[in-house]
């Protein structure tokens, strides 16, 4: 990781799982005060490699430039991150002279990406389903950025790139077409490294494997905290039932009896996705539940 799309949210999980370290303006790696690890900040697109090859244990990256680097059967997704979230979609003039609205009429003609073994793939498909062979293909060419220039610069009938918000996209005239894949940052390691099945038994790096499934419990700890607030309530027991099926929980809710000895009533503490606890609480209120609060994760384990 560097200081590209996924760079701060990088930042952000490392702090969550407690990996502590000083990074030396200009330099690349660096050593972790509290483990032993180095971490090293590569560009996003030659992570693949670096873990695929073992070079490097733990990586984290876009599940996009681990096909385009052509590296996933030598890594294992062990985590998706849920940021850097976009699509790799075919895009093409909207409107004019060079007008395309189907990936059927891009089929045959020249295509410009920075993707281009994820796109040859993709066009193979679309070219044989079109019974388009020999010079009859779609060109595919590659570019290293700037890749939304290409149409009106005159080097290319369509493009492949990546989309978030769509901006760059409409900025540059060109609409979507298709969507070559979905794609969001992982956390991956070498397969072989992680074909562990008893990281305390592995006789060649017990504590290389230790600390791999180490830090990859504290990461999906990070995660799980972002995601969830522990909402706690008190409700009759007889409705009861009604709550659970408002607030079940990521396994099951907790439940147990007011110190009061009011047998009649229960305390429910529950974890809660945040993006719809408002509307939880909300319900809960209105079944008759009573001193509903919700309390932010720091962290967890899952
Ligand atoms: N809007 C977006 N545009 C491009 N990539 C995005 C976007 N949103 C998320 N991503 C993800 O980020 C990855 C690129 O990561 P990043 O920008 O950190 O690359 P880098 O090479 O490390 O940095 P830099 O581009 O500064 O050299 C993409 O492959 C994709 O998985
Ligand atoms: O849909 P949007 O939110 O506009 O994002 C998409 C743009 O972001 C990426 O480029 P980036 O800015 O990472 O730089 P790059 O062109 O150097 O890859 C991508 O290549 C698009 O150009």
């Not at 419990?217 to 972002?226: P, S, T």
């Amino acid at each position: 990781m560097r200081l590209g799309r996924l760079h701060e949210k990088c930042m952000e999980v490392l702090a969550g799982a407690d990996i502590q370290f000083n990074r030396s303006h200009r330099l690349d790696v660096c050593l972790v005060r509290n483990h032993n690890i180095a971490l090293i900040f590569l560009p996003a697109a030659d992570i693949p490699r670096f873990v695929g090859l073992g070079n490097v244990d733990l990586g984290i990256t876009g599940e996009d430039v681990i096909l385009e680097s052509q590296m996933e059967n030598r890594v294992r997704n062990l985590l998706k991150l849920g940021f850097g979230k976009c699509k790799l979609q075919v895009q093409a003039p909207e409107h004019g002279a060079m007008a395309i609205k189907t990936i059927e009429q891009l089929a045959g003609k020249r295509v410009v990406t920075s993707f281009n073994h994820v796109a040859a793939e993709y066009f193979e498909k679309i070219d044989a389903q079109a019974g388009l062979t020999g010079d009859q293909k779609t060109q595919i060419e590659y570019v290293g950025g700037s890749v939304e220039a290409a149409c009106a610069l005159g080097l290319a009938d369509g493009i492949v790139d990546l989309v978030e918000s769509g901006e760059t996209m409409r900025a540059a005239g060109l609409h979507a077409i298709a969507t070559v894949l979905e794609t969001e940052a992982v956390l991956i390691s070498n397969r072989a490294d992680h074909e562990v099945s008893d990281p305390t038994t592995d006789f060649k790096r017990p504590e290389h494997a230790k600390l791999i499934t180490q830090i990859q419990q504290r990461i999906a700890g990070v995660l799980a905290a972002n995601k969830y607030v522990v909402c706690q309530y008190n409700v009759p027991r007889d409705l009861l039932e009604d709550a659970v099926k408002i607030t079940p929980g990521r396994r099951a809710p907790t439940i147990s009896p007011l110190v009061n000895g009011d047998e009649g009533w229960v305390a429910v503490s529950v974890m809660v996705e945040k993006k719809t606890v408002a509307v939880v609480m909300d319900q809960l209120v209105a079944i008759g539940a009573h001193d509903v609060f919700v309390v932010k994760l720091e962290n967890c384990r899952v």
